[in-house]
């Protein structure tokens, strides 16, 4: 059956298509049941002919032999019809996709799209782009194309409806293009175009994300002046902003606000309370709100359940953050890598390192390709217990399993040969690392390393490479220098760098102290 099917795929690609249809025929006649793909081949020839009609005919044959039309077939059909202008029999075959349980992908509404758009209906076009956008990603081609087509409304007179500027604005805030998005939203409150929910989540969402928290808050407040009932999306976006920007009492305050607007708030907005909290600090009222979610008979999700099993083991309570991975399992939801990379960083901390060996051979086993954050993590944990043999093992298997290490990595990995006292290993890892392409960020540990060899030379050196850098010293580094010049009674040495300190406002006499 492969090798016909091949047969009759390079017949119609040779321009035979008709000597194809009539092979094909021949064989159905003798009891031959065809493969989709050898009947898709014809459908397709036959719609880019024009004859859509027996095309539609051919579909019914198959049936009854029972290989029945997919997505494939369908888009065939939808384009045949679009090139006719048919293009309610078009739709009708989107419906008819539907009802049989046949889903449709990006090259259905693709060819919809372009349907329209060629017939001169570009409002209908842009309705299909927003069905478009709520299934898929959209992407730079999809976007300056809908761009293009939005000029050409204005060109020609064509008012832009609500589906218009709500398709576009959710397509740039979801590519992240989120200026183009702002600008059209500015463009839409010179019309008499209300936006609606969509565009206002899509607006404060991307506001939030780049941090613009007053400027979102005031497009809140206009949805609301205009008599649109907030969601609980807008408002996670809110709440989620303003933890992400440190403010928790705004925070707060914006979650309080969504329960006396009557927002239906669902375990994203929880999530975003509770992962906000957990990452500031407040574990303790992070678990009220867990309290509040249960009263509801609100499930954790796996994003809540990541969140509060990081905090135990940033309190160093092991014990309830793997009491909480149990919960986790016990309510049918399984660990990912970034829950079981939650669990490798605490026990690594915490010098659990034998037992966070078998949870990253456990991340291994159940995700050949883990990612670069477990083995980062693991990384600096056998670094800083003085396992570097085995990290450089570590070292190597990320290297072939594709994932490139990046600055994090090195800096662990020199940051223990310094602690060794491996000064010749730590240069040679540093120019290696600079080869690489990745900026070094291990400057104390370098100076630590050489200034505790007694190599204030070389000391001096890296530090000076960091003022070429434009990376500012801190205490710990004038301290160490200071430590090593007085050993040496380079009291000449220390008087220049304690005169520097003064100059940036860092006072000496701290350093003084911390010398001892």
């Known amino acids: 059956m492969k090798a016909l099917d091949h047969f009759l795929h390079r017949l119609i690609k040779s321009n035979c298509g008709d000597l194809a249809i009539k092979v094909l025929f021949c064989l159905i006649g003798r009891g031959f049941r065809p493969h989709i793909s050898s009947c898709n081949a014809v459908v397709s020839h ?38 006719l202008g048919k293009l309610k029999c078009a739709c009708s075959l989107l419906r008819r996709m539907r009802t049989v349980g046949c889903s449709f992908d990006r090259v259905t509404l693709n060819t919809l799209i372009n349907g329209y758009c060629k017939n001169g209906l570009l409002r209908e ?11 898929y990603r959209p992407n730079v081609i999809t976007l300056d194309d809908a761009y293009d087509v939005f000029d050409v409304m204005t060109m020609e007179g064509i008012s832009p409806n609500l589906v ?18 702002f600008d059209l939203f500015e463009d839409m409150s010179k019309t008499s175009v209300i936006p609606n929910i969509v565009v206002y989540s899509a607006v404060v969402d991307g506001l939030c994300k780049k941090g613009l928290l007053e400027r979102a808050a005031d497009v809140f407040e206009k949805m609301l002046a205009n008599g649109v009932q907030p969601n609980t999306f807008i408002l996670t976006s809110l709440v989620d902003g303003f933890f992400k920007k440190d403010k928790v009492d705004a925070g707060l305050k914006w979650f309080d606000r969504g329960i006396k ?133 570590i070292f190597k298997e990320m290297v072939e399993n594709g994932i490139v290490p990046d600055k994090f990595v090195y800096t662990s990995w020199i940051a223990g040969l310094c602690r060794q006292g491996n000064v010749v290993e730590a240069f040679k890892l540093k120019n290696t690392m600079t080869q690489q392409g990745c900026e070094p960020d291990l400057f104390t540990s370098l100076v630590w390393c050489l200034a505790k060899k007694g190599l204030m030379v070389e000391a001096k ?32 040495a220390v008087s220049i760098l304690q005169e520097e300190m003064r100059n940036i406002k860092m006072l000496p006499g701290a350093v003084k102290d911390a010398c001892g």
């Open 46 to 83: 036959l719609c880019k002919l024009g004859h859509v009609a027996y095309s539609e005919q051919f579909v019914k044959l198959m049936m009854r032999l029972r290989c029945y039309p997919d997505v494939f077939t369908y888009n065939s059909l939808i384009d045949g019809n679009c090139r």
């Open 461 to 492: 050196q890296v530090f000076d490479d960091m003022l070429h850098r434009g990376i500012k010293p801190d205490r710990v580094v004038y301290t160490v220098l200071i430590e090593g010049y007085l050993k040496q009674e380079d009291f000449a």
């Open 164 to 181: 218009t500027f709500t398709c576009l604005i959710d397509g740039y805030c979801k590519d992240d293009r989120f200026d183009a998005a």
């Open 261 to 393: 607007e009557g927002i239906e708030l669902d375990v994203a907005a929880y999530g975003a309370v509770v992962c906000g909290l957990c990452a500031h600090g407040k574990l303790e009222k992070a678990l009220e709100f867990i309290g509040e979610m249960k009263k509801r008979r609100m499930r954790s999700d796996r994003i809540i359940f990541t969140a509060l099993i990081d905090a135990y083991m940033k309190q160093g309570n092991l014990k309830f953050a793997f009491d909480v991975q149990e919960d986790m399992v016990a309510s049918g939801i399984e660990p990912d890598i970034v829950t079981l990379s939650a669990l490798i960083d605490g026990l690594c901390k915490h010098g659990q390192l034998d037992e966070a060996r078998q949870w990253f051979h456990k991340v291994k086993s159940l995700y050949p390709s883990a990612n670069k954050i477990s083995y980062t993590i693991f990384m600096d944990g056998l670094c800083k217990e003085g396992h570097l043999k085995e990290a450089e093992l």
């Open 125 to 135: 076009a842009f309705a299909f782009l927003g069905l478009m956008w709520k299934c």
